[in-house]
């Protein structure tokens, strides 16, 4: 009886509604594949799939017996009568399944006997109709290797579904949850009228908004508050064209002669309202260079220069613009991004850490905690460091990126402590991803971490002006979100590319592991100082170790030098590459890694490549 009420309160508690849409297509490689999220294994609901009677699946009982589904139910859902009777090509059925929590994603799964040697996107793509992603197939039927399903096997197919738990709308609570996938011509104006709901229930269970577009090949989610029913002819909507061929209608005389004249009234009213923001623009400038004038005779140029830091510690303070281009786009005008940061207490600080706690202490500085329901880092600094670090954030928006949320200034204490406060990424560091031995990263999560530092790094050394050296980048530093994509952290001790030691930044930064020679040898600062970095992380996500001193990597790498036969080189390959993935990798694609991380850790700067060359090598990967 317990375990019962068990079940029916994770039911109706546990599963949270709302699901991201993804716009990857049917037979994208992206992962983890179109597939919604769930908490806890007893996750269970009802849910429905749009499914369009084809050639192969031209009945009700050739579609059911193809989703597991019964029979009864489907001709009373979609009110027909025979099971055998073929239906119109295109014909939309919905199929109720029960929907369930498989690992961390909820889905239906089905089985389908391959009858012959068939592509796995044929078989998602066509078969199923985009239901479920190639790469999601090819993911749980773990051994199968290559495009081709082998004749005569049998495939767990794990279809798309989401249980809508708690999710509730303007006009009542949602009940059930439908898969739709999207097909060439619809919109969500179209699929909110087939279902007869607001296109705004949509959004709202997609988190998406009217600006957002939505693709063929991929699928969303439908929230239904009743009983599902399908409209299938629409209210104003044009008869289908024939074929394929576009079609453009044909306008009366007295329909183009209006669009003509509201063209015309439209191009004056837009050319006036560009000429009055020119004006404006102009004045403004002129308001802002007399103001500038009358400021600087008050500040010398280094406290211009900073002058904003003041701003975020007493917000009675005033600041200075640090820019003279005379441009409408000068970043004198976006200088408000720089106070766009939370300001917390440091009472605050304390609560959300029991007092800073171990049992809240994830590094030497560094703690977890929640604030306002949300999981954030906080990291212990001094005044300094933490407005270096605010100038930098200030400057970065990426997605590689780890967000700067807040700062705290402990005014209690005597040494001038300061706190920065970053979101939280429930996989912790690179580190500890490839440490958990229970869990292992799978392989092409590990291209794809690679390829997402890399973007990181190539943003902050082309991407921004002034460019900047991350001079710390190490798996340690490296943080993974829930769906498995890197972030850049500890971005704050950068230093602008061309110093060095000699010049006023501080460049004493802890460094972990193997580090490029002409920094440690000269403190010469450039991009390939994280180039060098680069090929270390990379190293470390091929073989999963970490190498403190660099003598082990530098070893074991060597017959990527050439001088052995090719047999020779992949069992050494496969020698130095992580236990734990056992086959689960490409053995081509992890040569190509080897190759790209002894490149990126040659002894000469000039020898290795640029993070543009490197994104070039990971993006066939991903």
Same mark, same amino acid.
């Given at each position: 009886?317990? /375990?019962?009420?068990?079940?029916?309160?994770?039911?109706?508690?546990?599963?949270?509604?709302?699901?991201?849409?993804?716009?990857?297509?049917?037979?994208? +490689?992206?992962?983890?594949?179109? /597939?919604?999220?769930?908490?806890?294994?007893?996750?269970?609901?009802?849910?429905?799939?749009?499914?369009?009677?084809?050639?192969?699946?031209? =009945?009700?009982?050739?579609?059911?017996?193809?989703?597991?589904?019964?029979?009864?139910?489907?001709?009373?859902?979609?009110?027909?009568?025979?099971?055998?009777?073929?239906?119109?090509?295109?014909?939309?059925?919905?199929?109720?399944?029960?929907?369930?929590?498989?690992?961390?994603?909820?889905?239906?799964?089905?089985?389908?006997?391959?009858?012959?040697?068939?592509?796995?996107?044929?078989?998602a793509c066509g078969v199923f109709e985009g239901l479920v992603k190639? #790469?999601?197939?090819?993911?749980?039927?773990?051994?199968?290797?290559?495009?081709?399903?082998?004749?005569?096997?049998?495939?767990?197919?794990?279809?798309?579904?989401?249980?809508?738990?708690?999710?509730?709308?303007?006009?009542?609570?949602?009940?059930?949850?439908?898969?739709y996938p999207i097909m060439e011509g619809d919109s969500m104006n179209?699929?909110?009228?087939?279902?007869?709901?607001?296109?705004?229930?949509?959004?709202?269970?997609?988190?998406?908004?009217?600006?957002?577009?939505?693709? =063929?090949?991929?699928?969303?989610?439908?929230?239904?508050?009743?009983?599902?029913?399908?409209?299938?002819?629409?209210?104003?909507?044009?008869?289908?064209?024939?074929?394929?061929?576009?079609?453009?209608?044909?306008?009366? +005389?007295?329909?183009?002669?209006?669009?003509?004249?509201?063209?015309?009234?439209?191009?004056?009213?837009?050319?006036?309202?560009?000429?009055?923001?020119?004006?404006?623009?102009?004045?403004?400038?002129?308001?802002?260079?007399?103001?500038?004038?009358?400021?600087?005779?008050?500040?010398?140029?280094?406290?211009?220069?900073?002058?904003?830091?003041?701003?975020?510690?007493?917000?009675?303070?005033?600041?200075?613009?640090?820019?003279?281009?005379?441009?409408?786009?000068?970043?004198?005008?976006?200088?408000?991004?720089?106070?766009?940061?939370?300001?917390?207490?440091?009472?605050?600080?304390?609560?959300?850490?029991?007092?800073?706690?171990?049992?809240?202490?994830?590094?030497?500085?560094?703690?977890?905690?929640?604030?306002?329901?949300?999981?954030?880092?906080?990291?212990?600094?001094?005044?300094?460091?933490?407005?270096?670090?605010?100038?930098?954030?200030?400057?970065?928006?990426?997605?590689?990126?780890?967000?700067?949320?807040?700062?705290?200034?402990?005014?209690?204490?005597?040494?001038?402590?300061?706190?920065?406060?970053?979101?939280?990424?429930?996989?912790?560091?690179? /580190?500890?991803?490839?440490?958990?031995?229970?869990?292992?990263?799978?392989?092409?999560?590990?291209?794809?971490?690679?390829?997402?530092?890399?973007?990181?790094?190539?943003?902050?050394?082309?991407?921004?002006?002034?460019?900047?050296?991350?001079?710390?980048?190490?798996?340690?530093?490296?943080?993974?979100?829930?769906?498995?994509?890197?972030?850049?952290?500890? $971005?704050?001790?950068?230093?602008?590319?061309?110093?060095?030691?000699?010049?006023?930044?501080?460049?004493?930064?802890?460094?972990?592991?193997?580090?490029?020679?002409?920094?440690?040898?000269?403190?010469?600062?450039?991009?390939?100082?994280? #180039?060098?970095?680069?090929?270390?992380?990379?190293?470390?996500? $091929?073989?999963?170790?970490?190498?403190?001193?660099?003598?082990?990597?530098?070893?074991?790498?060597?017959?990527?030098?050439?001088?052995?036969?090719?047999?020779?080189?992949?069992?050494?390959?496969?020698?130095?590459?992580?236990?734990?993935?056992?086959?689960?990798?490409?053995?081509?694609?992890?040569?190509?890694?080897?190759?790209?991380?002894?490149?990126?850790?040659?002894?000469?700067?000039?020898?290795?490549?640029?993070?543009?060359?490197?994104?070039?090598?990971?993006?066939?990967?991903?």
């Amino acid at each position: 009886m317990i /375990r019962l009420l068990f079940l029916i309160w994770v039911f109706f508690v546990s599963s949270q509604g709302q699901q991201y849409y993804d716009s990857s297509t049917c037979s994208s +490689a992206t992962h983890p594949g179109s /597939r919604y999220s769930c908490d806890y294994p007893q996750e269970y609901c009802w849910a429905f799939l749009l499914y369009r009677a084809n050639r192969d699946y031209p =009945t009700i009982s050739n579609i059911t017996k193809l989703f597991g589904a019964d029979l009864y139910a489907v001709l009373t859902l979609n009110k027909i009568v025979s099971p055998t009777e073929n239906l119109q090509p295109g014909r939309e059925i919905l199929v109720q399944i029960q929907c369930s929590c498989a690992g961390q994603f909820l889905q239906k799964n089905v089985t389908y006997p391959v009858s012959g040697s068939t592509e796995f996107s044929e078989i998602a793509c066509g078969v199923f109709e985009g239901l479920v992603k190639s #790469v999601t197939l090819v993911d749980d039927n773990y051994p199968f290797h290559g495009k081709f399903a082998k004749a005569g096997s049998e495939l767990v197919v794990p279809l798309t579904c989401a249980c809508p738990g708690n999710f509730s709308l303007s006009n009542g609570k949602v009940l059930s949850l439908v898969t739709y996938p999207i097909m060439e011509g619809d919109s969500m104006n179209k699929v909110a009228q087939k279902f007869g709901i607001p296109v705004s229930d949509i959004w709202a269970a997609n988190h998406l908004d009217y600006r957002s577009t939505v693709y =063929t090949n991929s699928t969303i989610l439908v929230p239904l508050t009743k009983e599902p029913s399908l409209t299938f002819t629409l209210p104003n909507s044009p008869p289908p064209s024939p074929g394929f061929l576009p079609t453009v209608p044909v306008e009366t +005389a007295t329909d183009s002669e209006k669009l003509k004249n509201l063209y015309i009234a439209g191009s004056v009213v837009g050319l006036s309202l560009v000429l009055v923001a020119l004006i404006a623009c102009g004045l403004y400038l002129k308001a802002l260079k007399r103001w500038k004038g009358r400021k600087l005779q008050s500040f010398n140029t280094r406290s211009s220069r900073f002058s904003y830091l003041s701003t975020l510690s007493s917000p009675r303070s005033g600041h200075t613009g640090r820019s003279s281009r005379t441009s409408c786009l000068s970043p004198d005008l976006l200088v408000g991004i720089k106070y766009s940061l939370n300001q917390y207490g440091i009472e605050e600080l304390r609560k959300a850490t029991k007092n800073f706690s171990e049992d809240t202490r994830i590094d030497r500085s560094v703690y977890k905690a929640l604030i306002n329901t949300v999981e954030v880092m906080i990291k212990g600094s001094n005044v300094k460091e933490t407005h270096r670090v605010i100038d930098v954030h200030s400057k970065i928006n990426h997605i590689n990126v780890l967000t700067l949320l807040g700062v705290c200034y402990d005014e209690t204490s005597d040494d001038s402590r300061s706190y920065l406060i970053f979101e939280y990424l429930s996989n912790g560091s690179l /580190r500890d991803c490839l440490s958990r031995l229970g869990n292992p990263l799978h392989w092409h999560r590990r291209t794809q971490i690679a390829f997402d530092v890399a973007t990181g790094l190539h943003y902050l050394h082309h991407c921004i002006f002034p460019s900047y050296v991350h001079m710390n980048v190490n798996s340690r530093s490296i943080f993974i979100t829930s769906n498995w994509r890197a972030k850049l952290g500890n $971005i704050g001790p950068t230093t602008a590319i061309g110093s060095s030691k000699g010049n006023d930044h501080d460049t004493s930064i802890s460094f972990n592991g193997w580090i490029a020679p002409e920094h440690m040898l000269n403190g010469l600062v450039s991009e390939k100082v994280d #180039v060098f970095a680069f090929g270390v992380v990379l190293l470390e996500l $091929i073989s999963g170790r970490e190498d403190i001193d660099g003598k082990q990597f530098k070893d074991s790498i060597q017959f990527l030098a050439g001088g052995g036969n090719e047999g020779g080189c992949f069992e050494q390959l496969r020698g130095f590459m992580d236990p734990c993935l056992k086959e689960d990798y490409s053995l081509a694609e992890a040569l190509c890694l080897a190759v790209l991380a002894k490149a990126c850790v040659e002894d000469d700067p000039l020898h290795r490549p640029s993070m543009d060359d490197v994104m070039k090598v990971l993006a066939r990967m991903v």
